[in-house]
């Protein structure tokens, strides 16, 4: 009979060298390339370690195997106490990283905030606490922000919409997956912020000064209308060594150390993490090229792959990009275009 203690071992000591690795890449400077006008892909997250669990997957497939230009954006930077923002945001550029990203990811750095069962919490409809606390970062609670932290959030989004171009948007399940309230707050915006990006009427002040942009789709996690099972990252990639991009996925995910290392959630494995809300579940919410067409054998988010060489990110000087101190409600977007330029007009 084996030895209990010698078939954890192994485990714990790959946990041990994934600790020094973050621990020795924390705060690293990677060289990230400053991302061009136009992007294929936009994936917006509430957490960090939301990218892995629940598209468990969509970042290293689409930026590793078919090579598109695609960006991360974090809703939150995954501290309801924010006295270190910068301990998680660190970690998902390490995840980033991993999964094959070169722009850095995006935080707009709105309040977590578990008003899905938060102690205290002073509204019937709790996820009016997630819009009261993303207004400004405190709660009033009277209801006098709920609508500003709503807007807020849609507009911010909008904005990243019309600067970034992306042609598809993926995001959280309207449910919230497990029912946390920045998910489905994520999700809500996001489907809002759709819209409000292409409207040339939108009224948001920080969209003035950039054209309206649609995106051709937006998929949301586990929709039940449009469903779609995403094959495409289960399959073993010579681009990752042999590894599946879902793999690769829970590479990525080991740098959330904070977060006790988490797993995807995937509809091919049991008695992990977030079973049932598997990542290769998706369904197509707005369009407007019409419904998908792909077979089952080999189903992945349709028109993902549909860009022309002008698509492709531009190449830059690589110069290592420092991050700023981590401010709750002080967005961190990296850095210009004109500072990585190599020629400025």
Known sequence: MMNPAASIFPRQLRVFFLVLLFVATRGLAF???TPPDKI?????????DDEGIFFGGALPYYSGVLQ????????????????NLSIREDELRNAAWIYGLRYEPIFLRFRDVPSHNMAGNPYTNKIDATWDYWADGILQGDGSDVAAGHEKA???VAEMIRRYRPEVIITHDFNGEYGHDNHKATALVVSEAYYVAADPNATGTNLIGLPPWQARKLYVHLYQTNQLFHTGWETPRDEFGGKSARQIANDGLDMHVSQNRPDVSTAYLTNENFNGYDSERWGLFASTVGLDTVGTNDTFFEHINLVSATNRAPEFFPKPVQTLIAIMNQSYEG??????ATDLD
């Open 68 to 83: 598109v230009p695609t960006l991360l954006l974090s809703m939150t930077s995954g501290d309801w106490h924010p006295t």
């Open 154 to 156: 849609v507009n911010r």
């Open 335 to 340: 850095q210009t275009l004109a500072r990585f």
């Open 31 to 33: 060289e990230w390339k």
């Open 40 to 48: 294929t892909l936009l994936v917006v997250n509430s957490h960090p």
